[in-house]
């Protein structure tokens, strides 16, 4: 099966920094990559899909990269309200395997 | 609104059974894919099920093949996920999800999940 690491486990920044969070395939997967953000206690909500495609009423802060085997997932500047895991997903094959997660930290 | 809401979790002792539902609303369920993903406390995120849209064709992760059926009623908009010889480790919240799809003119089509339930609890302890 095809892996997916993301990278870093834990990210902690400060209000208005650019972050950003890496997903790298253990095979190329092309454009076949989404991100999730999960809240405490919530339910995961995608964000962007076909690795670069923002997903409908998600802020333009969150932005997606990469085809093959790496991948990024961008916020502009950083906001509160951004306090969350993120995952990132392939979904070019079976099984539909997810990153470990990224967990973003206010500093 | 489009929704998920999944039911059915609870206790059961290994070796058990249970079965868990997602009604959806919203949209029209029979034309899209549905998934069930679980989280253990603590954990990631794994996907578990997928089934199709006529329920010819479903996929699992090994680690639940031959205990798990995925199943689907369209005319009662409703996801099912049937889970027998349940074990400590299968413990975890339980989310269906709605497939949606990228088509590409060479390979086909494309799945992600664009909206999740909730999530229902299954806890397996003796």
């Known amino acids: 099966d095809i892996q997916m690491t993301q990278s870093p486990s834990t990210l902690s920044a400060s209000v208005g920094d650019r972050v950003i969070i890496t997903c790298r395939a253990s095979q190329s997967i092309s454009s076949w990559l989404a991100w999730y953000q999960q809240k405490p206690g919530k339910a995961p909500k995608l964000l962007i899909y076909k690795a670069s495609t923002l997903e409908s009423g998600v802020p333009s802060r969150f932005s997606g990269g990469g085809s093959g085997t790496e991948f990024t997932l961008s916020i502009s500047s950083l906001q509160p309200d951004d306090v969350a895991t993120y995952y990132c997903?392939?979904?070019?094959?079976?099984?539909?395997?997810f990153g470990r997660g990224t967990k973003l930290e206010i500093k | 609104e489009v929704q998920l809401v999944e039911s059915g979790g609870g206790l059961v002792q290994p070796g058990g059974s249970l079965r868990l539902s997602c009604a959806a609303s919203?949209?029209?369920?029979?034309?899209?894919?549905m998934h069930w993903v679980r989280q253990a406390p603590g954990k990631g995120l794994v996907w578990i099920s997928r089934i199709n849209t006529d329920e010819s064709s479903t996929s699992y992760v090994d680690s639940v093949k031959g205990r798990y059926t995925i199943s689907r009623d369209n005319a009662r908009n409703t996801l099912y996920l049937q889970m027998n010889s349940l074990r400590a480790e299968d413990a975890a919240v339980y989310y269906c999800?709605?497939?949606?799809?990228?088509?590409?003119?060479?390979?086909?089509?494309?799945?992600?999940?664009?909206?999740w339930g909730k999530g229902t609890t299954v806890t397996v302890s003796s």
């Open positions: 999800a709605r497939g949606n799809s990228n088509y590409h003119i060479l390979t086909g089509y494309y799945h992600y999940m664009d909206v």
């Open positions: 997903q392939r979904y070019n094959s079976h099984p539909y395997t």
């Open positions: 919203g949209f029209t369920f029979s034309d899209y894919w």
